[in-house]
C-alpha cells in the first residue's frame, strides 16, 4: 500500500525529541496496561492532571510506542491495537460524528496490523479508498467485516442509533474476534459541547467495561473528567485513575536546560531551577518562559531578569494567551448560565 517513504510516527507528537523530559513514569504505565490487556488484565484508564501538565503529549507517544514496539503485529492474538481518537469541537451532528468515529478506527486498525501508516492519511486514502481497500482485502480482515457494514450504512444513514454503534464498534470488534484493541481517547471535555446533542458518555458505559479493548481517557477539562469518570457520572467505578501532576525539581530543571539549548536561549545550571521553581515545573510555563527571553533576546542568567520576562509573558505572551484561553472559555461556560453580568 505503501507509497512514500514512512515516518517514524503515527501521530506525531508536538514538542521535539531534543526537548521531551521525562514522563516515563506514565508512559510506561500505559504501555503496560495496553500490552495487559492482551491477557485480560486491563481496565480503561483516566489519565487526569492539570491542564497543559503534558496528557496529550504522553497519549501521542504512547500510540506511536504501541505502534512501532510490538513484534507480533500482523498476529491478532498476541498483540494491541492502538486507536487515537480526539473528540472535535466542531462535529455537527451523530452522523459525522459516528462517521468520523468508524472511520478513524478502520485506519487505525489496518495500518497497525500492515504496520504501514498510508491508510491513516486523509488525503492520500479517501473514504471511498478505505471502502475499496477493505472491499479487498476482507479475507485478511475478516474481524473487520461488520465495521465495514456499518461504516457504508452510516454514509448512507440508513442504520439506527448510530452513535451508540459506532461508540461500541471497537469493543464488538475484539470481544467477537479475541483480538486486543486498546482506544485512546483525547479532548473528552467536547463531548459536553451542546454541538453532542447525543448522550456520548453514557453510551460509552458499555464499550469501555471490555477487558478486550480498555479505553484510555484525558481531556483538557478536569471539572468534566472528574465528574463523569471518577464522580458519579455515568462512567464512575470504570475507570482506573492515573494521576498527571508537575514535574518534579529535578525533571523542570532538566526542562528548562534542553528548551533552552533548542531554542536557542541563554540560562546557566544555577538559573535553571529557579526558573523551574518560578514555573510551578509545569512543563508549559517552562518552555514559555525560556522560549520568550530567545525572542526578546535577554539571556536568564539572574532572577530580575526571569521576573522581567515572567512579567512580559504574563501580559502579553505565550502563557498570556494560554491564561486569556482559559478564563475566556471561563466566561463563557458562565454565560450559559446568564450570570456572567451577577458575578462580574
Ligand atoms: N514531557 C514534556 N517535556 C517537555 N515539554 C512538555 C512536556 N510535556 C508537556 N510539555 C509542554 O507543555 C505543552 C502542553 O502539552 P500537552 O498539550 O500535552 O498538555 P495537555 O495536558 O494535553 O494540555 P491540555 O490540558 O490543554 O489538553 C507542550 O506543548 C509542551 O510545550
Ligand atoms: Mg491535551
Redesign the pocket.
Known sequence: MSQHPQPKYAIRP??PEA?????KEHLNYLHQTALNAIERRSMSVVLL?Q????????FKRGVNRLFFEQEHHADIHRSVVPVYYSFKDTVSDKWDFSIDYVENFIRWYVAFRLRDLTILSTTDVTQEGVIEFLRNHLDQFKELESALNFYEGFLKKNVTMPEDKALSLPRRVSDWHEATIVMFLDEFQNTRLPQYNFDVVGLMQEAVESPTCPHFV???AMSILAKEILGRGSLFGRFESEPIEEMTPYWGTQ?ALK?ATYYHAVTSDTMAPVIAERCGCN??YI?SVVRQSAKLNKPLTDETVLNEILAVDLSSGFIWSELNDQVSRWIARINEYNITKWVL
Open positions: 508536538i514538542v526537548v521531551y523530559t521525562n514522563r492532571g491542564r497543559r501538565m503534558g496528557k496529550t503529549e504522553i484525558t481531556g483538557s526542562l528548551s512543563p508549559f518552555t
